[in-house]
């Protein structure tokens, strides 16, 4: 799509961008700056993606309080800016750098880019993040004593792959107090002894 001179457009992004009522102003800039690095334009989840050769490389969102610049492996990036967010704890790989107005993103073109490039320089060299292990996630304790006292539960809960464990160790700690801790272990015990995940 594109020679790598010329900037294509895709159809699909102007017609979100259409649509965009609260961040269309930053979310132009900020895409007319991916496609200055040469990415292909894409709509995946619903936002304008940028990708190289199939790979995702950054995302332009937007929430209530701003939008943002996604960058799939942001945890390999050196920022040495330290505008670098990650959205939440849970995440690993993915970094955000955050706009609540139009002259921010104007200000930070020359910066932007240079992000940009750096992670299309990590995606070419087939660089991947390190994730934790499964047995490297909290168990609550709640879930732990669960565990100790139903040995079929442990089995279970064993045989299940790595991302669904850590998809139910995720579900179970997020929860602030432990009467929602126990609640949520309870409604997920069958489907954790059916050998299911959480969203199975």
């Given at each position: 799509?594109g020679?790598g001179v010329?900037?294509?457009?895709?159809?699909v992004?102007?017609?979100?961008?259409?649509r965009e009522?609260?961040w269309?102003?930053e979310?132009?800039l900020?895409?007319?700056?991916?496609?200055?690095?040469?990415?292909?334009e894409e709509?995946?989840?619903?936002?304008?993606?940028?990708?190289?050769e199939?790979?995702?490389?950054?995302?332009?969102?937007?929430f209530k309080?701003?939008?943002?610049?996604l960058?799939?492996?942001?945890a390999l990036l050196k920022?040495?800016?330290?505008?670098?967010?990650?959205?939440?704890?849970n995440v690993?790989?993915?970094?955000q750098?955050?706009?609540?107005?139009?002259?921010?993103v104007?200000?930070?073109?020359?910066?932007?880019k240079?992000?940009?490039l750096e992670?299309?320089e990590?995606?070419?060299?087939?660089?991947?993040?390190?994730?934790?292990k499964?047995?490297?996630?909290?168990?609550p304790?709640?879930?732990r004593?669960?565990?100790?006292?139903?040995?079929a539960?442990?089995?279970?809960?064993?045989a299940?792959?790595?991302?669904r464990q850590?998809?139910?160790l995720?579900?179970f700690?997020?929860?602030?107090?432990?009467?929602t801790r126990e609640s949520r272990?309870?409604?997920?015990?069958?489907?954790?002894?059916?050998g299911?995940?959480l969203?199975d």
């Amino acid at each position: 799509m594109g020679s790598g001179v010329e900037i294509e457009t895709n159809p699909v992004v102007d017609a979100f961008l259409k649509r965009e009522e609260t961040w269309r102003d930053e979310m132009a800039l900020l895409r007319k700056i991916a496609l200055s690095c040469n990415l292909r334009e894409e709509l995946k989840w619903g936002q304008p993606c940028y990708t190289l050769e199939g790979k995702n490389v950054v995302l332009i969102h937007g929430f209530k309080e701003y939008c943002a610049f996604l960058f799939f492996k942001g945890a390999l990036l050196k920022d040495p800016d330290g505008i670098l967010v990650v959205q939440t704890g849970n995440v690993q790989a993915a970094r955000q750098i955050r706009f609540t107005e139009a002259s921010g993103v104007a200000k930070m073109q020359a910066v932007l880019k240079t992000y940009i490039l750096e992670a299309i320089e990590v995606e070419k060299a087939g660089t991947k993040v390190e994730f934790k292990k499964t047995d490297e996630f909290p168990v609550p304790d709640e879930f732990r004593r669960r565990l100790e006292r139903t040995p079929a539960l442990k089995q279970a809960f064993e045989a299940l792959t790595p991302g669904r464990q850590r998809g139910y160790l995720l579900h179970f700690s997020s929860a602030k107090q432990a009467a929602t801790r126990e609640s949520r272990i309870e409604k997920c015990l069958p489907r954790i002894l059916a050998g299911m995940g959480l969203v199975d």
